[in-house]
């Protein structure tokens, strides 16, 4: 478990082979091989670890649901280590287990805020409410806004100086996982 509250902002090594390579100071000070740790949202083991660096592993269905298969050498990713039973949960309850991605389709300055829209697939939009928790590349974050095709978030400063939200593009893809909540609703329902 995770919650959204990213830890470190680290650079890529590579991604090869089914392997991500990952600089960080931070995370590696005490992760331990076969550690989840929370990458742009994505819940993955450490499989290799130096005193700066470590590696996971990347599967081909990770691959198809996240952003991570476009990640390249120098790229910045999001990092937050798996959540202590004895700690503060200090954003929201976070699986790392990525419901599909989303675009950036505007970013909008707001005072020293930014709004940002983010386009998405009705499969993940059902899930969304208005002033509910969303995970963007494994950043909790409170949904602004939500419609048929879109919906909203807002970035303080502090987020938007450290994380990879701050210098993400329009056009760009992100990572989103929806609070877990809906979905059990959804499916008691069904029965």
């Avoid at 952003?67 to 699986?95: F, M, P, S």
Wanted: hydrophobic share 40%; net charge negative.
């Amino acid at each position: 478990m995770f919650t959204g509250i990213v830890e470190e902002c680290s650079k890529v090594k590579n991604l090869a082979n089914s392997t991500l390579s990952i600089s960080a100071l931070l995370v590696v000070e005490d992760l331990e091989i076969k550690d989840s740790i929370c990458v742009n949202g994505a819940c993955l083991t450490v499989v290799n670890k130096t005193l700066d660096s470590f590696d996971v592993d990347v599967v081909p269905e990770t691959l198809r649901r996240t952003n991570l298969g476009n990640l390249k050498y120098g790229d910045l990713v999001n990092l937050e280590r798996a959540t202590l039973v004895n700690g503060r949960l200090g954003g929201h309850i976070v699986q790392g287990h990525v419901d599909g991605t989303g675009v950036i389709e505007s970013i909008m300055p707001d005072d020293e805020a930014f709004n940002i829209s983010l386009g998405a697939s009705e499969d993940i939009l059902k899930y969304i409410v208005e002033k509910g928790f969303i995970c963007v590349d494994g950043i909790s974050l409170t949904v602004t806004y939500c419609d048929s095709r879109s919906f909203g978030i807002t970035l303080i400063p502090y987020t938007y100086e450290n994380t990879n939200l701050g210098i993400k593009k329009i056009g760009d893809t992100v990572n989103l996982e929806c609070d877990i909540l809906g979905k059990y609703i959804e499916k008691l329902f069904k029965y």
